[in-house]
């Protein structure tokens, strides 16, 4: 009885042992496998570029330049009295600012004229001749109606006002007559000059 036992056991217990070897062969015979290597991290993204600077501010542009002054005019006249007359001569002044009417001045007087109405009448002639017989015609619109009393002398504005010193109608290179007063219009003539710009 005891052999048999023996003799069973011994085959198991080789058995054991060779499924032992052989598991260790197996395990020692081969050699394990390298590793995949390992892939580099990805290269971090290059930064955005930067923003493009703003265009400069455009210059402003250059301040308009100022107007011109307006243009002044001068015009005058030696107003002599004619044969006869019982007036000292004078000298009459004609201003003008370019887009203005006429201003008068210098009818300060005519020493000796009585108070009453005149006229002062822009004729087309050039030259007023002996005793104002040369001065032409009469330009239309060019009665320059006063008044003179013992302390003031006042004028027709609207008649001064269509007289002009430059350009068409023009009164430069014409003559300037003195007329007394007959019922509303230009009578005898009493001064005359001609009338020359000036500066």
Known sequence: M??????????????????SILAIAACGGKKPEPAPPKEP?????????????????????????????????????????VKGARIKGTVVTFTQDEGQPVNIGSIGWFDG??????????HDGADCGPNATKAGKPIANADILFAVTKATTSLQVDQV???????????????LV????KKGKP????????????E
């Open 2 to 19: 005891r052999g048999s036992r023996s003799g069973r056991g011994r085959p198991m217990k080789h058995t054991a042992m060779l499924i």
């Open 41 to 81: 991290p990805p290269a971090p993204e290059p930064p955005p570029p930067p923003a493009p600077e703003p265009p400069p501010a455009p210059e402003p542009p250059p301040a308009p330049e100022p107007p011109p002054p307006p243009k002044s005019m001068l015009a005058k006249a030696q107003v002599m009295p």
């Open 113 to 122: 004229i009585k108070p009453g109405k005149y006229h002062l009448v822009v």
């Open 161 to 175: 006002a269509s007289i002009q010193l430059e350009g068409e109608g023009a009164i430069v290179g014409h003559t």
């Open 178 to 181: 003195l007329h007394d007063d």
């Open 187 to 198: 009578g005898k003539a009493l001064a005359c000059g001609a009338i020359a710009g000036g």
